[in-house]
């Protein structure tokens, strides 16, 4: 087992891995103890409470009605945090997405009548997770042709970059700067000459050169969160390249 050294204080940090976005809840911390430990544990859920909701759309879409599709993702996650399902993950496979798609289908595989014979809501539960929201989130989704696994890494994607947006605006926020952020996150996307840079200007109160660098910033800012929370879903940082390159082809994909 490889030995880690001390977590770095947040204070002590390179400045674009400072922020709410970065911190110890790595894939690597989870696989590397395999469950064992405090530190394994609390990484652990606080990545399931991260992603908890493709899960639940993966589990809709195969078919199971709101309130079993609520009981199975709640029983999923205790079943993984109480046996310590971790300790069967394959680290060279590398990605949390793959382990709990897969630990997922097995689950519902082998566990479906079990549970379906159990009293609802018998079980207490291990994981806060807001599944109260998670049937309307579900009925706002787009109808499409999608594969449960296909629905499964689009969710996924969308999700983390839904995270790493929150985490861009809660640092702007913190910094006095939220007027800002407001008027410039719509720049996130589409190329520096699609940009009204003198309507950003004016709204702002900044000549345009100011907003120009503004949007700079905030651009970087957003690619440097962006591998920070994708490396906390991997096992290897050397995947970041190309898991960044898969999520978009998913969103791309019609």
């Keep these: 087992m490889t030995t880690k050294a001390p977590a770095t204080p947040a204070s002590n940090l390179p400045a674009e891995t400072r922020g709410p976005v970065f911190v110890t809840t790595h894939w690597s911390v989870v696989l590397d103890a395999a469950g064992s430990d405090t530190k394994s544990r609390v990484a652990l859920e606080t990545l399931c409470r991260t992603y908890w909701y493709p899960l639940y759309a993966y589990v809709r879409r195969r078919g199971h ?3 079993d599709a609520q009981d199975l993702t709640q029983a999923f996650f205790t079943r993984l945090l109480e046996r310590q399902w971790v300790g069967h993950a394959d680290p060279d496979r590398g990605r949390f997405r793959t382990f709990l798609l897969t630990a997922l289908s097995r ?3 082998d566990e479906w ?3 379906r014979a159990q009293k ?6 291990h994981l806060p997770i807001q599944l109260d929201s998670a049937e309307t989130r579900y009925g706002h989704e787009p109808a499409d042709k999608a594969t449960p696994e296909q629905y499964f ?3 996924w994607a969308l999700t983390l970059l839904e995270r790493v947006l929150e985490g861009l605006r809660t640092e702007y926020e913190r910094e006095g700067k939220a007027e800002l952020f407001a008027g410039l996150n719509g720049c996130l996307v589409g190329g520096s000459e699609s ?8 709204q702002l109160g900044m000549n345009e050169g100011a907003v120009k660098v503004a949007v700079h910033r905030l651009r ?3 690619r440097q969160l962006l591998r920070l929370e994708i490396t906390q879903t991997l096992a290897k940082t050397e995947n970041v390249d190309d898991e960044l390159h898969h999520l978009f082809a998913v969103l791309s994909t019609p």
């Design 153 to 155: 890494e689009r969710r």
């Design 107 to 109: 689950f519902l595989a």
């Design 220 to 222: 970087k800012r957003y």
């Design 65 to 67: 009605s709101a309130p």
């Design 113 to 115: 009548d079990r549970l």
């Design 195 to 202: 940009q009204p840079y003198a309507a950003l200007a004016a």
């Design 120 to 125: 609802r809501g018998g079980g207490q539960v």
